[in-house]
């Protein structure tokens, strides 16, 4: 009975032994197993990690793209009147504002929509890109018309100034030629007569005065029947009149004169004498005796008389 009892108390305790032992066997193999699985999931931890990293890095740099070409257009200058085609630009500009906005905000992983953000970007950029060229394009255009612009005001300058200038000479030979044809009075002589025609001895015996000049020769001048007027001034400009109406004009002033004479011009040298009766008693004074014809002045000499 004894050795019955011992005999199933070894055998209890070789069966303990050994539900220990497989036990143990099992918590080994459990823990190798843990660890293989921790090392799995550290590796996959890595994995993904690196996998995240490198969204973020293509993400980061997809936003440092787009912020390159959004800082590119908006320190670009708009150099254009176009107001539509700003307009369109202005848009454009905000759109990549908007969509930048969101790239920044979307997370790493949503592959899907940064793509979708990078594509739209992409798009607005081929937009703008198309709009400056335009721009360009256009501002070339204005350049080079600006440049014809001004070739053509420089010619038309240079003609005027060429005109103005051939309008100076042709005035100044218009003076010339006006001055040529202006008639010259010369070797102008006063004698002063009593009233038997003789030569007065004293002032108080002055009857008639007596102006021979000579008409000088005159290619250019206008031929044919002309009038010379005559003004008889003292030195206090007190001018010797003649009864009745006797007026000309002269530089748009209408003048007395004191005697006038017609006479026939054929170019050639003329002499020509014009007398004067005295009206009035004549004082000691300087007399000067001026000659108009064709609304000129053609002499003018001043005599002493005492």
Known sequence: MAYLTATMQKRDKIIIISAFSVLGLLLVIAIIMLLFQHREIESQSAEIEEI?????????????????MQKQYEDYY?????????????????????LLQELKTVKATNTRRIAELKKELSTVRGVLKTYVERVDSLNTVNSNLRSENQKVRRQYEERSRELEE????????????TMASILEASDITLST?????KKARSIKKVAKFQIDFRILRNITAERGRKTIYMRITDKDENLLTSPGENHF???????????????????????ITI??????????????????????????KSFILE
Do not use: C
């Open 275 to 300: 007398y004067y009766t005295v009206n009035n008693q004549l004082k000691e004074s300087t007399y000067t005796i001026a000659l108009f014809t064709d609304g000129n002045l053609i002499g003018e």
């Open 78 to 98: 708009i150099n254009t009147s176009n107001d539509s085609l700003l307009k369109l630009i202005d848009e454009e500009k905000q759109k990549v504002q908007q």
């Open 52 to 68: 995240t990293a490198v969204m973020e890095f293509e993400k980061q740099q997809s936003i440092n793209e787009f912020e390159e």
């Open 166 to 177: 051939q309008r100076a000479q042709a005035e100044e030979l218009d003076k010339k030629v």
């Open 193 to 197: 007569l009593n009233d038997r025609g």
């Open 249 to 271: 004009f002269f530089e748009g002033m209408d003048l007395e004169y004191s005697a006038k004479k017609d006479f026939d011009f054929s170019g050639e040298t003329e002499d």
